[in-house]
């Protein structure tokens, strides 16, 4: 079993002390009575949690168990680590939905793990062994994400905490998100340690779970071309373009987003 690598910062303490017990029992619960399973959907770099609202609130609707877990955003292997911890924790079975970095996260956290039926990326990364997010996006042109990074701020132990500037975040990464919520997404985004984005990533899930692939083809952090590589690549069951949507493909249209996810839980499910 992994070692739950969450309980060694208070803030994961509190989570777990609080709400991760109830949690489990609300899900295992929800999951007795729907025999659906349960969806976790895990947010990728300078987002957080409350960026699936919309994605949450329609699979709660159709009676599917969520999870939007915090992605603590501090390396491929911590991150994998700490999202392979709560799908143990987790009844039944689960389907994996990464978005951005979540995507890398989510391709490590489900390989050689039973519970894990399908994989969903949402405008995210796949990386094969040895790559990372950072070579993935300027692999092909198109992605603006550099020029409109804040000076980075500089951690105790060495490391980077990556933001987007807030008067740079509408544009970069929500363009099509009305302008008063993309503001409030920019005032409460989540940092990314540079490390993350430089770490290789191990032998991916997606070898050996089916995937869904949805991104939208406006997304100026990974470029159209990267993520029509990566779908192909891990032999996507279906790949959803969305015309026109932003890097927050499932803040902007979470219709779509929630409809794939449904359909990758009830193909797995066969």
């Known amino acids: 079993m992994r070692t739950f690598k969450f309980l060694k910062t208070a803030v994961a303490v509190a989570t777990t002390a609080l709400a991760f017990g109830p949690l489990n029992v609300a899900v295992a619960a929800a999951q007795s009575a729907s025999a659906k399973p349960t969806v976790v959907l895990v947010h990728g770099a300078f987002a957080e949690s409350s960026s699936w609202n919309g994605v949450a609130a329609r699979l709660l ?28 924790q987790t009844a039944g079975p689960v389907i994996l939905v990464g978005h951005s970095y979540g995507g890398a996260v989510i391709s490590n956290a489900g390989r050689d793990n039973a519970k894990v039926k399908a994989l ?124 026109g949507a932003s890097h927050v493909v499932m803040t902007s249209n979470p219709e779509k987003v929630a409809a794939l996810i449904i359909e990758a839980a009830e193909v797995s499910a066969r």
């Open 61 to 88: 609707d159709k009676g599917y168990p969520v999870i939007a877990a915090a992605n603590p955003l501090r390396g491929v292997t911590h991150d994998a680590d700490y999202i392979a911890d709560i799908v143990e």
């Open 120 to 243: 969903v990326y949402v405008a995210a990364f796949a990386p094969d062994k040895g790559e990372t997010a950072l070579e993935l996006s300027g692999r092909y042109p198109g992605g603006t994400l550099g020029p409109t990074l804040a000076p980075p701020v500089l951690l105790d132990d060495g490391n980077k905490d990556l933001y987007i500037q807030q008067d740079k975040f509408g544009q970069q990464f929500a363009a099509d998100v009305a302008a008063a919520d993309s503001a409030l997404m920019a005032a409460t985004q989540r940092p990314i340690s540079e490390f993350a984005l430089t770490e290789a990533s191990g032998d991916p899930a997606w070898k050996q779970l089916p995937s869904w692939f949805i991104y939208g083809s406006a997304d100026k952090n990974i470029p159209e071309a990267a993520l029509k590589f990566m779908a192909e690549r891990a032999g996507s069951k279906k790949t959803v373009t969305v015309p």
